[in-house]
C-alpha cells in the first residue's frame, strides 16, 4: 500500500505548515484567545483564501472535493501550532453533516458560506446525562403545524458561543437511548428561545451550554429523514475522531521536539541535560509512543469512510484508545523533562498537555473506547 502524498497534497502540507509558522508563533496564539471570540477572525479569513475550509466540499458549492487525507494533513498542521480556530466544528463537524446529510438547497445554501469563512457552525449534541453514548439524546422536537418545536439543553457544545449556525440532535420519538428516532435540525444561533452560556475550556478553547425553550424549526431546516439521524451522526464523529487524530499527532510531534530542544539548551552540573541517558531514554519512549500514533492517526483516515459500520467503529475505537494512551505519555514526559517550568504558563509543553488531554476524552475516553473494541471482539474480529 502506498502512503506517500500526492503532489498536490505535499503542496498542501508544505503550505499549512508554513502558514502555522509563521502566524501561530506562542505569543501570538495568546493574542489570539484574547480577542471576543476567543480566536482570531483575520487567521479564519487566512483559511478561506487558502481554500481550507471548503477542502473537503464538491466544487460546485465552492470547495476542493478532497477527502480524509487532506482534512488529516491540515488538521496536524493546526495541532503543532495549537490553533485554536473553530476548524473542527465548523468544517469537519457541522459541514460534514450538510455535505452528508442535507439536500441539494441546503448544501448550496450553506456549504459555500462555510468554504468563503462567512458562516460559523457548531453540533449541539451533548448532554448532561449522555456521556458517550450517541444514542442517548432527551432533548425533543415535537410536530407542530408545518415545522418542529424544540425543547432541551446541550452541554460542551464546541463553538457553540461564536456559532452563527447550529446543528441540533432532538428526539422525535421512542425512548431516551432508542437508536432510531433522533432527527437533526438546523438552528439559527440568535433564534427566539435559543440561549447561549459560553465559557472557555481547559485547553483554552471555547465552549458553550445551550438551551433550546420552544424554539421553532421549519421543515426546510430539517437534515435528512427526522427520526433517522443516528447513523448520520455515527459517520460524521468518527471522521471527527480521525480529524482529531491527526491533530494529536501533529501536537505531540511539537511538544517532542520542545523537549528534546530544552534538553539541548538545559544546564545541569555544568553540561546540558540531554547527556544523560535517562533522560534520552525517556525522549526516545516518547518518540515510540509518537509514532505509534501516527500510524493510528494513519489507519484512522484509511477507515473513516469504511462503508461496513462495524468494521469501521472497531478501527476508530483502536486508534482512539492509541491516540489517549500516546498523548497522555508524550503530554506527560514532555512536563516532566521540562521540570518545574513545564507547568507554566508561559512554557508551550504545559499547553500541549492540555489540549491533548482533552483531545483523550472528546468523542470518548480512552476507557470508553477500549471497553467498545473489547465488546467488538477486537480490532482484528476473532470469528474471522
Same mark, same amino acid.
Given at each position: ?77 493546526? +495541532?503543532? #501550532?495549537? *490553533? ?6 465548523? @468544517?469537519?463537524? =457541522? %459541514?460534514?453533516?450538510? &455535505? !452528508? ?43 407542530? +403545524?408545518? #415545522?418542529? *418545536? ?6 460542551? @457544545?464546541?463553538? =457553540? %458561543?461564536?456559532?452563527? &449556525? !447550529? ?47 420552544? *424554539? ?10 427526522? %427520526?433517522?439521524?443516528?447513523? !448520520? ?64 492517526? !494513519? ?86
Amino acid at each position: 500500500m502506498d502512503f506517500d502524498f500526492t503532489d498536490e497534497q505535499r503542496m498542501l502540507k508544505d503550505s499549512v505548515e508554513r502558514l502555522v509558522k509563521d502566524e501561530y508563533g506562542f505569543e501570538q496564539r495568546a493574542k489570539y484567545l484574547a480577542e471576543p471570540d476567543g480566536f482570531s477572525r483575520a487567521q479564519w479569513a487566512r483559511y478561506a483564501e487558502m481554500g481550507l475550509l471548503g477542502l473537503t466540499f464538491d466544487e460546485q458549492y465552492g470547495g476542493s472535493g478532497c477527502g480524509p487525507v487532506e482534512t488529516m494533513v491540515v488538521m496536524e498542521a493546526l +495541532g503543532r #501550532g495549537l *490553533v485554536v480556530e473553530p476548524y473542527l466544528s465548523t @468544517v469537519v463537524l =457541522g %459541514g460534514g453533516l450538510v &455535505r !452528508l446529510g442535507g439536500n441539494e438547497a441546503q448544501r448550496a445554501a450553506i456549504l459555500p458560506r462555510i468554504a468563503q469563512g462567512e458562516l460559523l457552525m457548531a453540533f449541539a449534541h451533548g448532554e448532561a446525562q449522555s456521556r458517550y453514548d450517541l444514542a442517548d439524546v432527551a432533548t425533543t422536537a415535537r410536530r407542530e +403545524g408545518d #415545522g418542529w *418545536v424544540l425543547d432541551g439543553a446541550k452541554r460542551v @457544545v464546541l463553538h =457553540g %458561543g461564536s456559532a452563527d &449556525r !447550529l446543528v441540533v440532535s432532538a428526539r422525535v420519538s421512542g425512548e431516551r437511548r432508542e437508536r432510531n428516532g433522533i432527527g437533526l435540525f438546523l438552528v439559527e444561533a440568535d433564534a427566539a428561545g435559543v440561549t447561549r452560556h459560553a465559557y472557555p475550556t481547559q485547553d483554552r478553547l471555547r465552549a458553550a451550554d445551550i438551551e433550546l425553550s420552544a *424554539v421553532r424549526v421549519a421543515q426546510t431546516d430539517v437534515l435528512g429523514v427526522a %427520526g433517522s439521524a443516528l447513523p !448520520l451522526i455515527e459517520t460524521v464523529v468518527a471522521q471527527a475522531i480521525a480529524a482529531v487524530s491527526a491533530e494529536a499527532v501533529g501536537a505531540m510531534a511539537a511538544a517532542h521536539e520542545e523537549t528534546v530542544e530544552y534538553l539541548k539548551v538545559r544546564k545541569q552540573f555544568g553540561v546540558p541535560i540531554g547527556s544523560f541517558q535517562a533522560l534520552q531514554h525517556r525522549a526516545v519512549d516518547m518518540l515510540v509512543m509518537l509514532e505509534q500514533a501516527r500510524s493510528m492517526a !494513519l489507519f484512522a483516515t484509511m477507515m473513516s469512510e469504511e462503508p461496513d459500520t462495524e468494521e469501521r467503529n472497531r478501527s476508530i475505537s483502536a486508534a482512539k484508545v492509541q491516540i489517549g494512551r500516546s498523548g497522555r505519555f508524550v503530554g506527560q514526559q514532555g512536563v516532566q523533562l521540562h521540570g518545574g517550568i513545564g507547568m507554566t504558563e508561559e512554557c508551550k509543553v504545559g499547553h500541549y498537555l492540555r489540549r491533548l488531554s482533552a483531545i483523550d476524552i472528546q468523542f470518548g475516553s480512552t476507557e470508553h473506547h477500549l471497553a467498545q473494541l473489547a465488546d467488538a471482539g477486537g480490532l482484528i474480529d476473532s470469528a474471522a
